[in-house]
């Protein structure tokens, strides 16, 4: 499948990633390790955000943050850089909402991810 034919209407940006990574045949194994790995870290995430654990979500969002570089929209990108910021500050009410929020966007990411790759896979030779 050609860069052209890889974009979708969601936060995967994979035109992006191809000019990032310098060869588009390496955005599926990206695309795929992030879509295997990004349910179990995305679970994480949610439970240290909920037990309002901020080494644990800083860690978790420090750990998505180079596939996010390659494979999300700017907007997700911003997000995440917002929401990371939040940890880093003083307590808000907000903080809470606001990174459950993301971690539902970045789940949505994976699956748009997984999506592709398996339309990839069903496309190959």
Same mark, same amino acid.
């Given at each position: ?5 890889? *974009? *979708?209407? *969601? ?7 191809? #000019?990032?990574? *310098? ?21 994480? &995430? ?14 978790? &969002?420090? #750990? &998505? ?5 390659? &494979? ?25 909402? #606001? ?5 539902? #966007? ?20």
């Amino acid at each position: 499948m050609g860069v052209a034919a890889m *974009g *979708g209407n *969601g936060d995967l940006d994979l035109a992006a990633a191809a #000019r990032l990574l *310098g060869d588009a045949q390496l955005v599926p194994l990206v695309a795929d390790a992030f879509a295997s790995s990004a349910p179990a870290l995305l679970q994480q &995430l949610s439970q240290s955000v909920l037990a309002d654990d901020q080494t644990d979500v800083r860690r978790h &969002l420090h #750990r &998505l943050t180079p596939t996010l570089a390659l &494979l999300a929209s700017q907007d997700l990108q911003d997000q995440c850089e917002r929401v990371f910021a939040l940890w880093r500050a003083p307590h808000t009410a907000e903080r809470e909402a #606001r990174s459950l929020a993301l971690a539902d #966007r970045l789940d949505a990411l994976a699956l748009e991810a997984t999506q592709w790759v398996n339309r990839s896979n069903q496309d190959a030779p």
